[in-house]
């Protein structure tokens, strides 16, 4: 068999790995637009968007050096994920200076806080008032009793107003810690029995009100569950089926949760803000059903890389900060690799007009 030969079995077979790897990126873009009750093999497609489009992108780089047309194949398959590409690595081109007031906003899911609760408290309340920061919105805020809870509003004293909210006793509870005061908040309600929750506050900034809407929404379970190299056949098969299984009904609860938030943000009074840990990429229903009209502050003024789960190859971005664009403009984004967490922190500097932009 001559090497002529050779090369044309290699391309057929990359041609046929091409088209399918296509049709996985077709896919993958298609996921933010169903609910995964419909369709749930489009939410493993999204799941796996970065590593679909890096086998694209070799088969593009491969095809243009061989000078073949099948370089149009993968092309327009990272041509139509330019949005979710656009949503994960951004290069700044203009630095925003603000014209109003600025107010500097964290989100940060904390793990119910590994290790001593109060000395790894006070290190991040340290590193958070260093940060100047304004607004902080927690997730997986621990449940304490009312005297350790004194210890944390001494600890947490340069927010003087929190307000905190859990779906059931002693489950994982959403806080919001605030420089500004807190005139009313509510716990969103989700169905079923997820124990993760989310919750609205008003807060009054300079004789206006803003609201800002902490999320905590259903886990994917996905690290909890990965095949592990030293499990046998039996064992693999039967941990990728429960993972199948929990992915499936954590996107399908995650998602039904995304639909009650987005009904909290079409009738917000007030100018919105948007945090939280969604538990999801951009390439998923959930993240476009809350996002909806909002601003992305990674989008508007990121810059490389946006991840923020620190595992599963610091591949996902699943911690966000939303805006109105009428009232907001994002002046700066910043995401910090602490150790306190299996997430990262998302910091961002808003400029907030009290009149429409």
């Not at 990272?78 to 949503?87: G, K, R, T």
């Not at 509003?153 to 779906?167: K, Q, R, T």
């Not at 403009?329 to 007009?353: C, M, N, Q, W």
């Amino acid at each position: 068999m001559g090497k002529r030969v050779l090369f044309g079995l290699f391309d057929l077979i990359l041609i046929l790995v091409g088209i399918v790897f296509a049709m996985l990126a077709v896919g993958g873009f298609s996921a933010s637009f169903f609910h995964p009750a419909q369709h749930m093999e489009l939410q493993w497609m999204g799941l796996l968007l970065p590593l679909i489009l890096f086998v694209n992108f070799l088969l593009l780089i491969y095809w243009i050096v061989r000078k073949r047309v099948w370089f149009f194949l993968p092309l327009s398959a990272i041509v139509l994920n330019i949005p979710y590409l656009s949503a994960v690595y951004r290069i700044p081109f203009r630095k925003i200076e603000p014209t109003g007031l600025e107010l500097n906003i964290a989100t940060y899911n904390i793990q119910r806080i590994t290790g001593n609760l109060f000395e790894t408290s006070s290190e991040i309340a340290y590193f958070m008032e260093t940060e100047k920061i304004d607004m902080l919105c927690l997730q997986e805020f621990p449940a304490v009793e009312d005297a350790q809870l004194k210890q944390f509003e001494e600890i947490f004293d340069f927010l003087p107003y929190y307000c905190i909210h859990s779906s059931v006793p002693g489950s994982m509870q959403v806080a919001l810690f605030s420089r500004y005061p807190i005139i009313q908040s509510r716990q969103i309600e989700f169905p079923g029995e997820s124990n993760h929750t989310a919750m609205w506050a008003d807060i009054v900034v300079d004789n206006d009100t803003i609201r800002i809407i902490n999320n905590h929404l259903q886990t994917t379970n996905l690290n909890q569950h990965k095949i592990k190299l030293e499990d046998n056949v039996e064992q693999s098969v039967f941990r990728f089926n429960r993972l199948r299984e929990m992915l499936y009904a954590n996107a399908v609860m995650r998602s039904d949760q995304a639909d009650i938030i987005s009904e909290f943000i079409d009738t917000s009074p007030f100018p919105l803000i948007v945090c939280g840990d969604f538990n999801d990429t951009p390439a998923s229903y959930t993240y476009r059903k809350v996002k909806s009209d909002l601003e992305d502050s990674f989008h508007a003024s990121g810059k490389g890389y946006g991840y923020t789960y620190r595992y599963l190859k610091k591949l996902y971005r699943i911690d966000y900060v939303l805006y109105s664009r009428s009232h907001f403009r994002a002046t700066g984004y910043y995401s910090p690799d602490l150790e306190y967490s299996d997430h990262k922190p998302v910091i961002v500097k808003l400029d907030f007009k009290t009149k429409p932009l």
